[in-house]
Structures are given as structure tokens and as C-alpha cells.
């Protein structure tokens, strides 16, 4: 039979025909109209109550074939905003869509496990916008107006404290700068900085490279082993002004930088008069012990300690931190008053009253634990599935590294799109300009996906890894 029911002023058909019973059926019809896009992402789907009236079936036949696809991950449930289409799914197939390969293969993935992003369906809504409410009531006039190249009194106060307490920063309001994203800092400082070369880890992110040599800086790679950059380098290198740094857990290799070395990057900057750029990624997540506090508490002259919210809450609120050495202070201000994007000032208000009230460290311990139960569930699939996987890095972050087999780790890459499934190569993040690497493996951002897909995400991991080379 064929029904239909209207969903804000339009009607959508559902043909419940087919092999299988009713479930099946709505099952079957649910997930095509889902597939083909007739039902987009975030479209808010009728009651049980509502849909069973209409089709005329069941109450539970619905509950149950609603309950079944938030599980398979086509839909999302939340309470108080009903049951909705899933943010990550198949999207509409068109011909400019589709790249050569098998039918019915689109270019978008189904799952996605790159690095970069956390999971934001898990954004702290509900505390945000009770801070945001406490923030305007208090806020002085004054906030509203245009800003200063600073940033707001309020949110660099409290980050004074919060990073002196979380991170072992030695933090001063009059040397925060609040920016616009971690990328408007890293080429504030880049051009602060003048002429010369900055050293950037061999493995790294090709747009922050890319950033540094638009502000007129060349780049040089310094090596990076087990125990981090090679810092030892530092000292042999002509015409380096800074060294951009993720001590506390590199990207991608996500190893912390050996005491020896983060001792041998500060002496080479004291002796010299450069500068450690400490990019501290992912530096609020560690699981199997106590954080690897800030390099920036070793030599707060010669060390500029840059944070973002990106991880700990959502890219999208534009809001990052540099503590600068007293010196970059006025340069960096001065170019930043020129034009360079302020972050809203309604934003850092409200973060100011997130991290003032406690809801901030809150969110982060409740992060810490769904981080952790991903990362312990992708460790044991893999032991499971694919014991010949070596699985590093996974003391901190919102990753791991998996080891491959020489040779396989652009088919594997490969094959993981055929799955549906963004991956990412660790060749993808190595500096071309450094000598080559020999060594194959992926980054897995089990941190990205939101709950509701994570288990389907892996089993498309584990179907990509190829058992006859990997595992049983």
C-alpha cells in the first residue's frame, strides 16, 4: 500500500509495499526517502504517534522502526527537539556528484574519521546559552561597541587563571590576546616576526605552512621521531627566527615532545632571542595520566603559548588565545588593530562566564569520558579484527595512529571511500619539503563522529583494513 503524510505543509509518499511486514516496509521506505534526499539532513520527522495515525498502522511498529535507524545512524533523537534526519548520511545522488567507480558511489562519505574536528553535535547548548543570558545581563555597555585589538578584560582574566591552574601557563591578562581562530594567530605572530625562516615538525599541517609563507617567512622542517621534533636540530639551523611546537601531543603522530628535547627548543631560544610558538593541540585531552603541562611555564619570554576553543567546544565560535612574551606584545597589537577580524564580543563574554561558573571544566570532563570510551572501542575492535595493527598515540587527543604494512597506505585510503568512509593517510600531513618518510599508517579521528554513527563509522574502518594483511 501507498501512504503519505504532511510534514511542515508538505506531503511525502511512502510506499509500504514490498517483502517483510510492515516494519520492513516502513523501514525500507524510510531509508530510500532518506538516501534519495527526499527527506534532507535535520528534517524534523512526525511524532509515532502522528506517523502511525496517518499510515494507519502501529504505534511500536513506528517507535520500533524509528529506534532501529537512530541506531543504524540514518536518523538522531534528542529530547525536546524530536526525531530527525542524521547530520552525516548519503546525500542525493546527481551526476556531479558521482566521480568514476561502482554504481550508486557518491563523492560525499557516508562516515567521516578525518582529524580536525571534534564531535560538535555534543556543543554544551543548553549551559551556553544559560551563560550567554548571565553574560548580557552583566555586561557593560561599552561591550557593545566595536572592541580592541585585545580582546575583552573579562575572558583574558579568566583565562589568566584557567590557564595558569589547567595548563601550567604563567598568564598575564595584559599579554593575552584574544584572536579570530588559531590560523589569524599563527600569521599575526608570522608577520610580527619580520623576515627569516620559522621551523615547523616535518609532519604538520600543510595550510599552517602555507599561512607562515604568506606572511614573507620560508619554512624548515625539523624531524619528527618517537620522541617528537628533533629540537636538537634547532641549533644548526641559519636564519631561523621561531619554531612552531605541539609539545604536549603532536599532529599527527600525536607523541608529547621528550623532556631532553623540550629543554634543548627553550635553550636554543634563550640563547639566540627566538621564539617557541607552542601550539597546544589537544593538550586538554589526555586519558592514561596526568596532561603534560605547557612548555611555556619553562620560559614565559621566550615561548608564546597559543589555545583554541575549536576542540574543547566548536570551530565555529571563532575564539583562540595567544599569551605573548612581553615583547610581541606591542607588535602584535599593532598589527591587529589594522583590520585584522575581532572575535565577537558576545562570544568571549560568554566564554568568560562558561569558564568563570565551572561549566567549562565540567564539559571537558564529560568530553574526556566519550573520548575515551571511542578510543578504548576502536582499540579493541582493532585487537580483535586486526591484531597485527599497531595502534600509537592514543594517550591524548582526538586520534590515533594505525601502522600499515609498507606500500598499502594510499589503497587502503582508497578503499576506505569505497566504504563510504574520509580517511586520511599519515602521508597526507607530511612536509614535502622534508626527506621522505617510509612509514605508512592512518590518522583516525575517532573524536569526530557523533555518538550515533561512531560504531558504524568503525565497522566501516574495519571492512576498509584488509584481513589478510592485517588481521584474521
Same mark, same amino acid.
Given at each position: 500500500?501507498?501512504?503519505?503524510? %504532511?510534514?511542515?505543509?508538505?506531503?511525502?509518499?511512502? !510506499?509500504?509495499?514490498?517483502? +517483510?511486514?510492515?516494519?520492513?516496509?516502513?523501514?525500507?521506505?524510510?531509508?530510500?526517502?532518506?538516501?534519495?534526499?527526499?527527506?534532507?539532513?535535520?528534517?524534523?520527522?512526525?511524532?509515532?504517534?502522528?506517523?502511525?495515525?496517518?499510515?494507519?498502522?502501529?504505534?511500536?511498529?513506528?517507535?520500533?522502526?524509528?529506534?532501529?535507524?537512530?541506531?543504524?545512524?540514518?536518523?538522531?533523537?534528542?529530547? +525536546?527537539?524530536?526525531?530527525?534526519?542524521?547530520?552525516?548520511?548519503?546525500?542525493?545522488?546527481?551526476?556531479?556528484?558521482?566521480?568514476?567507480?561502482?554504481?550508486?558511489?557518491?563523492?560525499?562519505?557516508?562516515?567521516?574519521?578525518?582529524?580536525?574536528?571534534?564531535?560538535?553535535?555534543?556543543?554544551?547548548?543548553? %549551559?551556553?546559552?544559560?551563560?550567554?543570558?548571565? %553574560?548580557?545581563? $552583566?555586561?557593560?555597555?561599552? $561591550?557593545?561597541?566595536? +572592541?580592541?585589538?585585545?580582546?575583552?578584560?573579562? #575572558?583574558?582574566?579568566?583565562?589568566?587563571?584557567?590557564?595558569?591552574?589547567?595548563?601550567?601557563?604563567?598568564?598575564?591578562? !595584559?599579554?593575552?590576546?584574544?584572536?579570530?581562530?588559531?590560523?589569524?594567530?599563527?600569521?599575526?605572530?608570522?608577520?610580527?616576526?619580520?623576515?627569516?625562516?620559522?621551523?615547523?615538525?616535518?609532519?604538520? #599541517?600543510?595550510?599552517?605552512?602555507?599561512?607562515?609563507?604568506?606572511?614573507?617567512?620560508?619554512?624548515?622542517?625539523?624531524?619528527? !621521531?618517537?620522541?617528537?621534533?628533533?629540537?636538537?636540530?634547532?641549533?644548526?639551523?641559519?636564519?631561523?627566527?621561531?619554531?612552531?611546537?605541539?609539545?604536549?601531543?603532536?599532529?599527527?603522530?600525536?607523541?608529547? #615532545?621528550?623532556?631532553?628535547?623540550?629543554?634543548?627548543?627553550?635553550?636554543?631560544?634563550?640563547?639566540?632571542?627566538?621564539?617557541?610558538?607552542?601550539?597546544?593541540?589537544?593538550?586538554?585531552?589526555?586519558?592514561?595520566?596526568?596532561?603534560?603541562?605547557?612548555?611555556?611555564?619553562?620560559?614565559?619570554?621566550?615561548?608564546?603559548?597559543?589555545?583554541?576553543?575549536?576542540?574543547?567546544?566548536?570551530? %565555529?565560535?571563532?575564539?583562540?588565545?595567544?599569551?605573548?612574551? !612581553?615583547?610581541?606584545?606591542?607588535?602584535?597589537? $599593532?598589527?591587529?588593530?589594522?583590520?585584522?577580524?575581532?572575535?565577537?564580543?558576545?562570544?568571549?563574554?560568554?566564554?568568560?562566564?562558561?569558564?568563570?561558573?565551572?561549566?567549562?571544566?565540567?564539559?571537558?570532563?564529560?568530553?574526556?569520558?566519550?573520548?575515551?570510551?571511542?578510543?578504548?572501542?576502536?582499540?579493541?575492535?582493532?585487537?580483535?579484527?586486526?591484531?597485527?595493527?599497531?595502534?600509537?598515540?592514543?594517550?591524548?587527543?582526538?586520534?590515533?595512529?594505525?601502522?600499515?604494512?609498507?606500500?598499502?597506505?594510499?589503497?587502503?585510503?582508497?578503499?576506505?571511500?569505497?566504504?563510504?568512509?574520509?580517511?586520511?593517510?599519515?602521508?597526507?600531513?607530511?612536509?614535502?619539503?622534508?626527506?621522505?618518510?617510509?612509514?605508512?599508517?592512518?590518522?583516525?579521528?575517532?573524536?569526530?563522529?557523533?555518538?550515533?554513527?561512531?560504531?558504524?563509522?568503525?565497522?566501516?574502518?574495519?571492512?576498509?583494513?584488509?584481513?589478510?594483511?592485517?588481521?584474521?
Amino acid at each position: 500500500m501507498g501512504n503519505s503524510w %504532511a510534514t511542515f505543509g508538505r506531503d511525502l509518499h511512502l !510506499d509500504l509495499t514490498g517483502p +517483510g511486514g510492515l516494519r520492513a516496509a516502513l523501514l525500507r521506505a524510510l531509508r530510500d526517502a532518506v538516501r534519495s534526499g527526499r527527506l534532507a539532513p535535520g528534517t524534523r520527522l512526525p511524532s509515532s504517534r502522528s506517523l502511525a495515525a496517518d499510515l494507519g498502522i502501529a504505534r511500536n511498529t513506528v517507535a520500533d522502526a524509528y529506534a532501529e535507524l537512530v541506531a543504524e545512524g540514518w536518523l538522531s533523537a534528542r529530547q +525536546g527537539s524530536g526525531t530527525r534526519v542524521a547530520a552525516r548520511v548519503l546525500p542525493r545522488a546527481t551526476p556531479a556528484a558521482r566521480r568514476t567507480g561502482p554504481a550508486g558511489h557518491a563523492d560525499r562519505p557516508r562516515f567521516d574519521l578525518t582529524p580536525g574536528t571534534p564531535d560538535v553535535s555534543a556543543f554544551p547548548r543548553t %549551559a551556553w546559552l544559560a551563560a550567554a543570558r548571565r %553574560a548580557l545581563t $552583566a555586561a557593560p555597555s561599552e $561591550a557593545f561597541g566595536y +572592541g580592541t585589538p585585545r580582546g575583552r578584560p573579562e #575572558l583574558r582574566t579568566v583565562l589568566a587563571d584557567y590557564l595558569a591552574r589547567a595548563r601550567g601557563v604563567r598568564a598575564d591578562p !595584559d599579554r593575552i590576546v584574544i584572536c579570530a581562530g588559531f590560523m589569524q594567530g599563527l600569521a599575526l605572530l608570522s608577520r610580527a616576526l619580520g623576515t627569516g625562516r620559522l621551523a615547523v615538525e616535518s609532519y604538520g #599541517l600543510d595550510f599552517h605552512r602555507a599561512v607562515i609563507t604568506r606572511a614573507g617567512l620560508g619554512t624548515v622542517p625539523l624531524t619528527v !621521531d618517537e620522541r617528537g621534533a628533533r629540537t636538537e636540530e634547532l641549533a644548526a639551523l641559519d636564519g631561523v627566527r621561531a619554531a612552531l611546537l605541539t609539545p604536549a601531543h603532536q599532529f599527527p603522530t600525536g607523541v608529547p #615532545l621528550h623532556p631532553d628535547r623540550r629543554a634543548a627548543a627553550v635553550n636554543w631560544a634563550r640563547s639566540t632571542g627566538g621564539f617557541i610558538l607552542e601550539d597546544d593541540y589537544d593538550g586538554e585531552f589526555r586519558y592514561d595520566r596526568q596532561p603534560v603541562g605547557a612548555l611555556q611555564g619553562l620560559d614565559a619570554d621566550h615561548v608564546v603559548y597559543l589555545g583554541t576553543a575549536s576542540k574543547s567546544l566548536a570551530p %565555529a565560535l571563532r575564539l583562540s588565545w595567544m599569551v605573548l612574551p !612581553d615583547r610581541l606584545v606591542d607588535p602584535v597589537l $599593532a598589527l591587529k588593530g589594522t583590520g585584522e577580524w575581532q572575535s565577537g564580543t558576545l562570544d568571549q563574554l560568554t566564554l568568560a562566564e562558561f569558564l568563570s561558573s565551572g561549566a567549562y571544566d565540567r564539559h571537558l570532563r564529560g568530553m574526556r569520558l566519550r573520548y575515551r570510551r571511542r578510543r578504548d572501542q576502536l582499540v579493541a575492535a582493532l585487537a580483535d579484527h586486526a591484531p597485527q595493527v599497531h595502534v600509537s598515540g592514543i594517550a591524548a587527543g582526538l586520534h590515533a595512529v594505525l601502522e600499515l604494512p609498507p606500500g598499502t597506505e594510499q589503497s587502503i585510503v582508497q578503499g576506505a571511500r569505497w566504504q563510504g568512509l574520509a580517511l586520511e593517510g599519515l602521508s597526507r600531513f607530511h612536509d614535502p619539503s622534508a626527506p621522505p618518510a617510509s612509514r605508512d599508517a592512518l590518522v583516525v579521528a575517532y573524536g569526530t563522529p557523533p555518538d550515533h554513527s561512531f560504531t558504524h563509522a568503525l565497522d566501516a574502518l574495519l571492512r576498509a583494513l584488509p584481513p589478510g594483511e592485517l588481521g584474521e
